[in-house]
């Protein structure tokens, strides 16, 4: 395991995290028509698939 790349890959999970994060808060605090909340919540579920791949990617650099 290369601590490069897992500083790297925690970087990019703080970052998911981060949009993720945003993304919530944009619902929870303004109104938004229906295809704007969709849009938004589409975003997050994006952001949490990525996220999910990086711990993966965080998680096989430790065992290794």
């Not at 994060?21 to 969709?38: M, Y």
Request: charged share 40%.
């Amino acid at each position: 395991m290369s601590d490069d790349e897992l500083a790297q890959v925690q970087k990019d999970i703080d970052e998911q995290l981060e949009r993720i994060r945003i993304g919530w808060l944009r619902l929870a605090t303004a109104d938004f028509d229906p295809e704007e909340r969709k849009r938004i919540r589409d975003g997050i579920l994006s952001n949490e698939d990525q996220l999910m791949v990086l711990l993966e990617r965080k998680w096989a650099l430790r065992r290794n």
